[in-house]
């Protein structure tokens, strides 16, 4: 799915990696709210096809239902800070993989998908036997709205994870900085006003005086700083050496 979806959408299909990618500044919130909308409203949509496709299953029937995530999955003697941090390594593992290879530059490419999938096989056949291994909050919100199964567990499976994202976001924001619609960022390298910023962040595009043509997105803006500075420096190195072989001829 990944591999199909990642031309189109970027292949996300996990609110924690969309939340994820948000907060470092490289997805716009406005994007962001209808992502987690529609993987939520799948997980949804897929539990509801799985309990009229699975013999014995059935809406609402609790604990046990197929693809739940609660105590009948959850390894013997295994505690709620186990789980918890479980699905917090596990998650972060994953997200940490799709920033270093879907996000950073220059990144894997095609192999993007490839390497996305071998970390989350590792990651189930890890922790696997001790949660079941949901490393996706919609996992957990789809049959949990079907079948009314896990409630007792299901916000530490989603804090794990949300917490898991907020981590990945912070060393990747330490290691190779933050997105180029994130406030800091942007409110610096474009010199914006903080609410133009924090607009930016919302929507995706720069603000309308910096827009030349209309259809300038928040990379050509930043390619077009990026020349702009190239040039000054080159016409200050420029200027520097003229008056250098000036002062050697007097």
Known sequence: WIYTAANISGGHLNPAVTLSIFACGFFPLTHTLL???????GAIFGAYVTSTLVPGASV???????????????????????????????????ISCVYACGVAKPGHGSHTPLAVGLALLCCAGAGGQYTGASLNPARVIGPLTIFACGKDVCWIYILGQVVAAALACSVFAFVSGL????PH??????????????????????????????????????????????????????????????LGGA
């Open 35 to 41: 992502y987690v909308a529609l993987q939520v409203g």
């Open 60 to 94: 609402g029937m609790g604990d046990g239902g197929p693809g739940c995530f609660d105590r009948t999955v959850v390894g013997d003697g295994i505690t709620d800070g186990h789980i918890f941090c479980w699905e917090l390594v596990m998650t972060f593992t994953l």
């Open 179 to 182: 997105g180029p619609l994130n």
């Open 185 to 246: 960022t942007s409110s610096r390298t474009l010199h914006l006003e903080w609410h133009e910023a924090m607009f930016v962040w919302m929507i995706g595009s720069p603000p309308k005086r910096l827009r030349h043509t209309g259809r300038e997105n928040i990379n050509d803006m930043l390619l077009e700083e990026k020349k702009r500075r190239i040039a000054a420096k080159s016409a200050s190195s420029g200027s520097g050496a003229r008056a250098s072989g000036a």
